[in-house]
């Protein structure tokens, strides 16, 4: 008798763990299955319709119900996107029909802190795989959103704006429906709905910052974390009619003679091709397409630096590497020139740009990693921690700086530490505070060395590197004070 209880206890709870792996959502249940550190794991959730056919390039729609359990085990599509190398493997599985999300949870039942990591890629390419897998999920629910890229996600046309009042910014409209799908569903995996960070790093940092401005992301989030991206990355936002010309362009490209219903109907390859023939004159690089924020006129009604003048205040962690991108000999002229106007001599006079190039700082790079680090990372970030420190922002500001076998840092490189288990000094890693941040919103900890906040009257930041967690002042306040981009 005792053996047969023993097994039907044993099969019961066999039966209860593989239906606890099915969680009813909108649109129907999806089944996900056991992680092996534990917890769940479910891939590919749909948030919203396919944007496919009539509904290229419109914002994104309700989810169409499914029959059944829908699996949500294997790894889904990303979107679709160009192969920039780096990206190859997301390249390989990218797919018009894409808006999905990931969600890893430790516990299917009780009311866990959630985080939204919003990916990089300039808003071109990329996926959510790498954080929903990391060891940041055995503490924290993860949620990881795939979003309409390059053209497919920011194209703004003068009939799109006829026929919706505005154009371009569906990317970043995606990123806001799965918010509200968080919103609505995060329960039923253990997530608590009153305690959502959005997180990103580059250009899902730039679109955390846009989501913080965006009227419509309101009431979806409690606390962000930008690493390395800005509102516009120090280029000027784009106007909704320069933005319409760039839509022009790809129509003339693929000779639709002005009708969105021509360039709804064209091929995802053709498509594809033109978009890496866009050029916008206002910036030194066209790899930078699409990350000059656009005012559509509908999701931002106005330029984000008055609408985050206007958005409520919450606790965000801002930071940057000390190295991040350079720019080139090329066009450093052209880059002082536009990102200081001007205070052009200030700048080169700061920079010593008119003597022979001096050697490189082995912590600072390069006189060009020294300018494409500042105009496009390090005072952007800076103008952006004073303006929400400036409305009453709790704001925690940081510079990274630690590499493998004491190199140069670069763009991307806290990743491993504020994610993973890589540490930049003995026993220190950026993903407890981190993990503090996103359960309470200080990052802050009894075992931790204090991370001061940046205040009006402090404008205090802390240094990660080798020696530790060091407090500092503003950086480089001599410069920065020369411009006032976002």
Partial sequence: MRIRLLAFVAAFAMSAS??????????????????????????????????VEELRWKPPQPVIPWNGVRDATAQPASCLQNNQGWNYSDYLIGKEDCLTLDVRTPSLAGKLPVLVWIHGGSNRAGGPNDIVLSDVGKQVVIVGVRYRL??????????????????????????????AWVRRNITKFGGDPANVTIAGESAGSQDVSLLLAAPAARGLFEKAI?????PGFGMPFRSLSDAERIGMEA????????????????????????????HDAAIISDDMM?????????????????????AP???????????????????????????????EAAARAYYHADQPTPPDDPR??????QIGTDVT?????????????????????????????????????????????????????????????????DPNGTQLPQWPAFTRDGERHVLFDANGVTVEGPFRPQLCSLEDRL
Wanted: proline share 7%; charged share 20%.
């Fill in 150 to 179: 390059g053209i497919f996600g920011f194209l703004s046309h003068p009939a799109l704006t006829a026929e919706q009042g505005g154009s371009g910014n569906y990317g970043i409209m995606d990123q806001i429906a799965a918010l």
């Fill in 18 to 51: 593989a239906a606890a792996q099915i969680v009813p959502v909108d649109g129907g249940s999806v089944r996900g299955s056991e992680w092996s550190g534990g917890g769940y794991l479910f891939r590919g959730i749909p948030f919203a319709a396919p944007p």
């Fill in 313 to 343: 205040p919450r606790p965000v962690i801002v930071g940057t590497n000390r190295i991040e991108f350079g720019s080139d000999r090329e066009h450093r002229d052209a880059m002082i020139a536009e990102a200081f106007g001007p205070n």
């Fill in 377 to 441: 990372f390090r005072c952007p970030a800076e103008h952006l921690t004073q303006l929400l420190t400036g409305k009453g922002a709790s704001v925690w500001r940081y510079e990274f700086d630690s590499a493998p076998n004491g190199g140069k840092t670069s763009h991307a490189a806290e990743i491993p530490y504020a994610f993973g288990n890589s540490t930049f000094a003995p026993g220190l890693s950026l993903k407890p505070y981190w993990t503090n941040f996103i359960r309470s919103g």
């Fill in 290 to 310: 699409w990350l000059r924020t656009t005012v559509d006129r509908k999701l931002f009604p106005t330029d984000p630096r008055t609408l985050l003048e206007q």
């Fill in 364 to 369: 600072l790079g390069s006189l060009d990693e």
């Fill in 251 to 278: 129509d003339d490209l693929l000779k639709a003679g002005g009708s969105i219903e021509t360039m709804r109907h064209e091929s995802v390859p053709a498509l594809l091709a033109v978009d890496l023939k866009l």
């Fill in 226 to 230: 930008m690493e390395s991206g800005t």
